[in-house]
């Protein structure tokens, strides 16, 4: 009965009936009170979005697979310090985390939203050696400013250890003995005890209950089922002491389940092309390499005590199907492999899937790792594991390896190794630099990808915020309408695309992509930042306020959103709340220099000018190269009095963006200030050839000329400068500067 | 500037009134930073009716004339538009006629800036603070006093339904001496 539950809950969540998979698991637990049919139930509430329940189930278990399960639903609860006594117990420091690459990345994130950044990059650097493949470690770490370069992390250390971790599964399915084999093997038993549960899923899943690793399971399940499905047998390749062994792992349950599992693996592997065939299995060593690294760690405590007994029926049952599958599998190795390396570019594609939606959704990507060490096959679950547990494989020459039933020869999987490492070396290295903004190195990293990448939602969403952050605002807006064709329903980066369109002033464009982004998605926090940006680029503050504050309440790790929350509150001139949000956002993020920025805004209003200079100076730290920020330290220099300083730093913005006007027109500010009248004149020459159009440039002109008394002069350009239309102030000043033309200026209280 | 009907400006009489809202978009409304005040009011009909944004509710006055709507600010803004919305069809002769503001440090010493003649007025109804000098756009005030003299058919209280106040917007970027007008500057000004 206990089988047959589980295997109908494992259908049910791999087929997202969740409903059924829960009620079924409810029944499954009340029977058969056992951890593991807990963490099966976990596992389904966590699919169903419901962290609480899992939470309640969960709460106080001990083993290490409960205690990783238990983790993420406090981290979807937003209980950080339960989840982190979860991971890692207070007094034993030592201790080992569950779930490996996995447990070490969630406690990563952990210890990076409750502002331990240290212990954060630790953690995720301990993910990423474990799981050289975990780029949303990479990911976080580039964020947080610390990641290393990535041909250093996605280089061929990376590969070895890849390689070798698959030929550690591969030998220690092939020891009984071994301490792995021994803890793949008890974790078969385990699943053995809900055998249905591991037949039933794809053959990923299989093969991960059978020995809890990529080779061996799928290698035989494939073998088992290979009498009633030609289809996937092509495909599996293994070792035939490994497949002896598979077979060997779940010998009663399988014959049992043989045929549920050949039926399955016939719907699944004869529905499609080989390809697609090729594909499912390409998915299912990736979620095996999550599992393998997890289960590694984790098998030792979960099933120490039942270690021996399992054994001793695997290593007995091993023989017995030893031929059996040998044959099989031996048969098919040639085939498998080539049909391996065509998959790996659909592996490269599934792998760019599961990295945009680990980086849209952390928690969803958490979520997916929980659901698959619980053993539950999802395909989503499936796709993001991919992302963390790519093809490995084994770096032994002639040995063939079973990666997530599709055996592939050593060689062969050293190459898909180290394409995908390839692949996310140029996409390590050009996030890692735009987040320290060093955008157009990023760029050219980016050109560097082959085209089907480069033409992805992810990859131009990036470009365009690279060209963003170089205030190329056209080119941004290109690169981000390409993204929105190629994916529309992507959501990563549209915030950014919102406030290009702000800027550009394009109210058509973005009020028509706040639309589509709302029907899209009512509950993203950038589709209501796109709102609040239309809203603000009509000049309805409290509106858009209102609207980033939705954003907030969505999701109040979303740092944009707390920094325009901000930029609202001062046009709104609350300069209070405008500071909170800013400081909000800066505890998301210490690395979002539109907060720092922000922050020297409103002390530059309030005339706090040392305040404001240090909050230049961290924006200006973070990202150097911004024109922007260097002229506005530059204003706030020159306010302390330290003009030599100010006019340096002018300098420097002027150099670093030709196109951009105002470090001239300030620099000609400090200059007249400074007396300096004729250098400042001379800058101003320059710049009314650059923007002819800008009436503050003949305004402030004229301020000069009449403080040089050279009255038509100064008349002329208050003059071209009223025909400019500027601002009823404006107006207003220029005017009665003119009739104060002949009043000296010590009298002039005006300008 | 805003829009007006037929006023015509040496009387000083404004007739008819806009429907709709209509202001620059250089214009904001400062009300919300100012402390209003009224010198009288009908329970129910107090000077909240007259910043509610709904025109169906309004403020009526309860004593002598004049009667005086009070708005402090807690510092020297510069103001420039008052608009009221005021209808003769709805109030007859509740509706104002000579209306007059003054501006000033506090209560010891306003000063009339501005007087108008409203004739059967029938919405909103924008009354500039601007004199003809150039320099004087802008009123610079720390409190603005806005005075029902008399009403139409010689009513004794009044009734007004809106009031607005408008000032120039300030310069988004700080320690500027001008604003930015041409695309290149604005987008380059700020970060977001």
């Known amino acids: 009965m206990e089988a047959i539950l589980t295997e109908r809950v494992q259908n049910s969540l791999r087929l997202f009936m969740f409903k059924n998979a829960i009620f079924l698991c409810e029944r499954l637990f009340a029977e058969f009170p056992s951890e593991v049919n807990l963490q099966l139930l976990a596992a389904c509430y966590l699919q169903n979005n419901q962290a609480y329940s899992a939470y309640h189930i969960l709460k106080g278990t001990q083993t290490a697979q409960s205690r990783y399960l238990f983790a993420i639903s406090c981290f979807q609860m937003d209980l950080l310090s339960e989840a982190e006594t979860a991971l890692c117990h207070a007094n034993e420091p030592g201790g080992e985390i569950p779930n490996g690459a996995a447990g070490h990345y969630l406690l990563g994130l952990i210890y990076r939203y409750t502002d331990r950044k240290k212990s954060a990059i630790h953690h995720f650097r301990l993910a990423l050696s474990i799981d050289p493949l975990l780029w949303a470690a990479y990911e976080e770490l580039s964020v947080l400013g610390a990641a290393e370069e990535a041909t250093a992390v996605f280089g061929e250390a990376a590969a070895l250890c890849i390689q070798k971790q698959y030929l550690h599964q591969g030998e220690a399915t092939l020891q009984i003995s071994s301490e792995d084999y021994n803890l793949v093997s008890s974790r078969n038993f385990a699943s053995e005890d809900a055998c249905p549960r591991q037949v039933k899923h794809t053959q990923g899943n299989s093969y991960r209950d059978i020995l809890g690793n990529n080779h061996g399971a799928a290698v035989s399940s494939g073998a088992a089922s290979q009498p009633q499905n030609d289809g996937p047998s092509p495909f599996y390749n293994t070792p035939s002491p490994m497949a002896s062994q598979l077979s060997g792992v779940a010998p009663p349950p399988l014959c049992r389940n043989v045929q549920p599992n050949g039926s399955n693996l016939n719907k699944g592997n004869t529905d499609g092309s080989p390809r697609s065939v090729v594909n499912t299995t390409i998915q299912a060593p990736r979620r095996k390499f999550v599992d393998e690294g997890k289960l590694r760690k984790i098998s030792g405590r979960l099933f120490s005590n039942s270690g021996p007994r399992r054994s001793t029926r695997l290593s007995g049952d091993s023989r017995a199907n030893t031929n059996a599958n040998a044959s099989v599998v031996a048969g098919n190795g040639t085939n498998n492999s080539s049909k391996y390396l065509g998959s790996s570019k659909l592996s490269s594609v599934a792998l760019r899937k599961g990295q945009s939606r680990a980086n849209e959704n952390i928690e969803e990507g958490l979520r997916t790792e929980a659901v698959d060490d619980a053993r539950a096959n999802m395909v989503p679950v499936t796709s993001s594991s991919v992302s963390s547990g790519d093809v490995r494989s084994h770096g032994q020459d002639g040995a063939t390896v079973l990666v997530g039933g599709v055996v592939i020869s050593g060689s062969k999987v050293i190459s898909g190794a180290s394409e995908v490492l390839c692949l996310l070396r140029t996409l390590g290295e050009g996030y890692r630099l735009s987040c320290l903004y060093r955008c157009q190195d990023a760029l050219d990293t980016y050109l560097r990808l082959p085209h089907k990448h480069y033409n992805t939602g992810w990859v131009m969403s990036q470009v365009g915020k690279a060209h963003f952050e170089l205030v190329d605002y056209l080119e941004a807006e290109q690169a981000f309408s390409l993204a929105r064709r190629v994916s529309p329903y992507s959501l990563e980066g549209m915030d950014v695309y919102s406030t290009v369109l702000y800027h550009l002033k394009e109210d058509m464009k973005l009020s028509y992509l706040a639309q589509e982004l709302i029907s899209t998605d009512r509950l993203a926090p950038q589709s209501w930042c796109a709102v609040g940006n239309c809203y603000s680029l009509q000049k309805d503050h409290e509106t858009s306020l209102k609207n980033f504050q939705r954003a907030v309440q969505l999701n109040p790790r979303f740092a944009y959103a707390h920094t325009l929350c901000g930029h609202e509150y001062v046009a709104l001139e609350d300069f209070e709340n405008g500071i909170k949000s800013y400081q909000n956002a800066l505890c998301i993020d210490y690395r979002h220099y539109n907060a720092w920025y922000g922050l020297g805004m409103i002390y530059l209003r309030q005339e706090k000018f040392e305040f404001s200079e240090h909050h230049f100076g961290m924006a200006f730290q973070i990202n150097p190269r911004s024109s922007v920020i260097m002229s506005f330290l530059g204003t706030a220099l020159h306010a302390l009095k330290k003009s030599e300083d100010a006019i340096e730093i002018m300098d420097r913005a002027i150099l670093a963006d030709k196109k951009n006007p105002l470090p001239m027109y300030q620099k000609a500010n400090i200059l007249m200030s400074l007396e300096k009248f004729d250098d400042a004149l001379e800058v101003l020459e320059d710049l009314k050839e650059y923007a002819p159009h800008e009436s503050s440039v003949h305004a402030l002109m004229g301020k000069i000329f009449k403080r040089r008394n050279m009255h038509e002069k100064a008349m002329l350009h208050f003059g071209i400068a009223l025909d400019l239309k500027p601002s009823a102030i404006d107006v207003a000043t220029i005017k009665a500067a003119i009739e104060k033309l002949h009043v000296p200026d010590e009298l002039d209280d005006n300008l | ?192």
């Not at chain 2, 007006?4 to 904001?28: A, C, F, M, Y």
């Not at chain 2, 510069?78 to 003769?88: A, M, S």
């Not at chain 2, 009513?155 to 604003?179: A, C, E, L, M, W």
């Open chain 2, 1 to 192: 500037m805003a829009t007006e009907s037929s006023e015509s400006e040496e009387e000083g009489k404004i007739t008819g009134g806009n429907q709709h809202l209509i202001v620059e978009d250089d214009l904001r409304e400062m009300g919300k930073k100012a402390a209003w005040s009224v010198s009288s009011c009908k329970t129910g009909n107090g000077v909240s009716s007259v910043r509610d944004d709904n025109l169906e509710t309004y403020w009526q006055s309860d004593g002598a004339q004049p009667h005086l709507v009070n708005i402090q600010f807690q510092k020297k803004v510069k103001l420039q538009l008052v608009v009221l919305f005021v209808d003769f069809k709805l109030d007859e002769s509740y509706t104002p006629s000579k209306i007059s503001i003054r501006a000033g440090d506090g209560f010891h010493n306003l000063k009339e800036i501005k007087t108008v003649e409203l004739v059967k007025p029938t919405g909103w109804v924008y009354l500039s603070l601007s004199g003809n000098d150039p320099r004087e756009t802008f009123v610079n005030t720390f409190m603005l006093q806005i005075a029902v003299l008399s009403n139409h058919l010689n009513g004794r209280d009044t009734h007004v339904r809106q009031i607005k106040v408008y000032g120039p917007r300030p310069n988004s970027i700080p320690h500027q001496p001008f604003q930015f007008t041409s695309r290149e500057f604005i987008t380059y000004s700020i970060v977001r």
